[in-house]
């Protein structure tokens, strides 16, 4: 490992690492909420697709790119989006997990700021979907989108009026492009390896994913990442590691007085 990507050493300053069994209750606690709180916007199908209809009219009016574009470039083959049906299913939460158990055993002051931001951006996003609940592009016929992942696979969600695990009329935010945002400023800001920008190709990639397998439009995406942002803008992002000029001790500083050498006539 070269110097540039080395951890830096933990000083007398450095921050203590948070208890484990503690930080465990707090992130299932904080997941158990999350999955509470989506079956809780369940059975509004109604209001939920009249909001789709209302978020398309908006993106149009904005002028923002169709999502179909995305769609068409990923149906070039079957394999591409298989790929991009499994990156969304299999990546999100293992991704995130990883990213919370690498900052709590090399960053500690890095995993509180990251644990608290996405615990804010989670929070923030239950409330919208609360009060925003909202059918996602591949459900709504005037998109012209394809469910991918029903018609290629994988599939994570089964038929939306049995399925019992999770609430797929919670698309805004998305959680999918705000927690791969994080993700990859975390690991930017907590790293000093000169490839860290590249953490950037994992929402990038997550975001044409969404987009383009019509779980998500692109208001979502705007949404998940100003949430984000206040959230950053709350929680103040630790120095990241090699910044820190290193502190003279007193008697340094007082021996280094004593060996200088006195000027003889000065001040004449």
Request: overall charge positive; aromatic content about 10%.
């Amino acid at each position: 490992m070269n110097a540039r990507s080395e951890p830096a050493e933990a000083g007398p300053d450095a921050p203590a690492r948070p208890p484990l069994v503690r930080e465990l209750l707090l992130v299932a606690g904080l997941f158990l909420v999350y999955k509470f709180g989506r079956r809780l916007a369940t059975g509004h199908t109604a209001e939920a697709f009249r909001n789709a209809h209302h978020v398309w009219d908006w993106e149009r009016v904005l002028r923002l790119p169709d999502e179909g574009t995305v769609q068409d470039l990923l149906l070039h083959g079957d394999t591409l989006i298989h790929v991009a049906n499994t990156y969304y299913a299999a990546v999100h939460f293992p991704a995130t997990l990883a990213f919370l158990v690498w900052l709590y055993l090399r960053r500690p002051a890095h995993y509180v700021w990251a644990r608290r931001a996405l615990a804010a951006v989670t929070g923030a996003a239950l409330v919208l979907h609360l009060l925003f609940p909202l059918a996602p592009p591949r459900m709504l016929g005037a998109t012209g989108l394809l469910d991918t992942a029903r018609t290629f696979g994988p599939s994570v969600y089964g038929p939306p009026r049995t399925d019992s695990l999770s609430n797929q009329f919670a698309a805004m935010p998305s959680l999918h492009f705000g927690w791969a945002l994080m993700l990859a400023i975390g690991l930017i800001v907590a790293t000093r390896t000169r490839w860290r920008w590249l953490w950037l190709l994992h929402p990038l990639v997550t975001l044409l994913v969404i987009v383009g397998t019509a779980n998500h439009y692109w208001l979502d995406v705007i949404v998940a990442a100003a949430l984000l942002g206040l959230a950053l803008a709350v929680h103040r992002v630790p120095q990241r590691p090699g910044c820190a000029l290193p502190r003279r001790r007193p008697e340094a500083r007082r021996r280094s007085s004593a060996d200088r050498p006195e000027l003889v006539g000065a001040g004449r």
